[in-house]
């Protein structure tokens, strides 16, 4: 083994799964005050996806099985699955096991990971950490949401903006650099995106017999917007730096896809080539933890990515959080 090399998590297999349902935005402009313009150009998003018959557990174990059938391996060679959600089916059981069973995992440990859209990220981080001191040896990654339920559908501020869908990235230990990644929270700013509560699911009926309002995410547009493009670069210089590489040596950006002003104004700041930063949120919408491996499966099956190739990823969002990892890519396809 080379000096530098150590045994580090190698992306051997990716899978997605989004829902049939398309729904663009015309059909949103028909039910409440907004318009195709508007949100093409404040978003760069054309339509996106719903969940109907799908579910956070059925897309999870769709995108996961894709994943493992590309690596070519058995289930009952996963040690673990970790599930990014922030709209899980249920609070528990936790997806993961649902995967676990589905995919008949059988030597698998599975557990779900919340950080609401930096959660694909940080269960990335949390399999290479598993993985590089040896406790596991292969590692489901998914990151799969529902989030179009947890949407108010009156309010145009959020309900323009999320899509549902899942990916899946399956990770194996081999000979490779290990990476550290740059990862942060800040729960000081956490009122700027809220989800519902548990306690607001235990609906209460006042004295006129109504049930108590359901709650939905709310969302200081503007405030997440101005952390996402100050916070993203920084922490990919930050990553950077850790990993004493420079902005030259990365072949692709992947972003979180949240916004396509986002990732422009990111690359901007980096003085970086907007072709470096592929997107598909034009299609998908923010659909949160899933949005990065929903796009590294699709330039993984488009023969985008290339054996060798270094890419960033960076996540950012509620809590809120933020993280940015580097990995080099090994799949030939
Ligand atoms: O995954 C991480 C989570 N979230 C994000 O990354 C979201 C980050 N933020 C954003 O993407 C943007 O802030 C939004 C797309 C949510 C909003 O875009 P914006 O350019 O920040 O708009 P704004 O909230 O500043 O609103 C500008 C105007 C307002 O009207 P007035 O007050 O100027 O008359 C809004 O009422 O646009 C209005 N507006 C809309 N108009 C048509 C807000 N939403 C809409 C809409 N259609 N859907």
Same mark, same amino acid.
């Given at each position: 083994?080379?000096?530098?090399? %150590?045994?580090?998590?190698?992306?051997?297999?990716?899978?997605?799964?989004?829902?049939?349902?398309?729904?663009?935005?015309?059909? &949103?402009?028909?039910?409440? @005050?907004?318009?195709?313009?508007? &949100?093409?150009?404040?978003?760069?998003?054309?339509?996106?996806?719903?969940?109907?018959?799908? %579910?956070?557990?059925?897309?999870?174990?769709?995108?996961?099985?894709?994943?493992?059938? =590309?690596?070519?391996?058995?289930?009952?060679?996963? !040690?673990?699955?970790?599930?990014?959600?922030?709209?899980?089916?249920?609070?528990?059981?936790?997806?993961?096991?649902?995967?676990?069973?589905?995919?008949?995992?059988?030597?698998?440990?599975?557990?779900?990971?919340?950080?609401?859209?930096?959660?694909?990220?940080?269960?990335? +981080?949390?399999?290479?950490?598993?993985?590089?001191?040896? &406790?596991?040896?292969?590692?489901?990654?998914?990151?799969?949401?529902?989030?179009?339920?947890?949407?108010?559908? %009156?309010? /145009?501020?959020?309900?323009?903006?999320?899509?549902?869908?899942?990916?899946?990235?399956?990770?194996?230990?081999? =000979?490779?650099?290990?990476?550290? *990644?740059?990862?942060?929270?800040?729960?000081?700013? #956490?009122?700027?995106?809220?989800? *519902?509560?548990? /306690?607001?699911?235990?609906?209460?009926? @006042?004295?006129?017999? /109504?049930?108590?309002?359901?709650?939905?995410?709310?969302?200081?547009?503007?405030?997440?917007?101005?952390?996402?493009?100050?916070?993203?670069?920084?922490?990919?210089?930050?990553?950077?730096?850790?990993? =004493?590489?420079?902005?030259?040596?990365? !072949?692709?950006?992947?972003?979180?896809?949240?916004?396509?002003?986002?990732?422009?104004?990111?690359?901007?700041?980096?003085?970086?080539?907007?072709?470096?930063?592929?997107? +598909?949120?034009?299609?998908?919408?923010?659909?949160?933890?899933?949005?990065?491996?929903?796009?590294?499966?699709?330039?993984?099956?488009? #023969?985008?990515?290339?054996?060798?190739?270094?890419?960033?990823?960076?996540?950012?969002?509620?809590?809120?959080?933020?993280?940015?990892?580097?990995?080099?890519?090994?799949?030939?396809?």
């Amino acid at each position: 083994m080379n000096k530098e090399q %150590t045994i580090t998590g190698v992306i051997r297999g990716t899978g997605a799964c989004v829902p049939k349902r398309i729904l663009d935005n015309k059909e &949103i402009a028909g039910f409440v @005050d907004t318009s195709d313009e508007w &949100i093409r150009e404040r978003t760069g998003v054309r339509r996106r996806r719903i969940a109907e018959k799908e %579910t956070t557990v059925s897309m999870a174990c769709e995108a996961g099985r894709q994943a493992v059938e =590309e690596a070519g391996i058995s289930p009952d060679e996963i !040690d673990m699955i970790l599930v990014a959600t922030g709209s899980p089916d249920q609070i528990f059981p936790c997806t993961a096991c649902r995967v676990q069973e589905a995919l008949g995992a059988d030597g698998a440990v599975g557990f779900d990971l919340n950080a609401a859209c930096s959660g694909f990220l940080f269960a990335y +981080n949390t399999a290479q950490a598993y993985i590089t001191s040896g &406790i596991c040896r292969t590692v489901l990654v998914i990151g799969s949401e529902s989030i179009s339920r947890l949407v108010d559908w %009156t309010d /145009r501020g959020t309900c323009i903006l999320f899509g549902d869908g899942a990916g899946a990235v399956l990770l194996q230990a081999a =000979e490779g650099k290990t990476y550290r *990644p740059a990862a942060h929270s800040d729960g000081s700013g #956490g009122a700027a995106l809220t989800g *519902p509560g548990v /306690r607001n699911r235990i609906r209460s009926i @006042d004295k006129d017999g /109504r049930e108590s309002k359901t709650e939905y995410i709310t969302m200081n547009g503007k405030d997440v917007f101005q952390f996402a493009v100050r916070k993203v670069p920084q922490v990919i210089q930050e990553v950077l730096e850790r990993n =004493e590489l420079f902005l030259e040596d990365i !072949d692709w950006f992947v972003l979180h896809q949240a916004n396509a002003r986002i990732v422009d104004a990111v690359a901007r700041r980096l003085r970086l080539d907007i072709g470096k930063f592929p997107m +598909n949120l034009q299609d998908y919408g923010n659909t949160s933890s899933a949005s990065i491996p929903i796009l590294l499966n699709e330039l993984n099956r488009k #023969g985008v990515l290339k054996k060798g190739q270094k890419l960033v990823l960076a996540g950012f969002g509620a809590g809120l959080s933020w993280g940015a990892s580097v990995l080099d890519w090994d799949l030939e396809r």
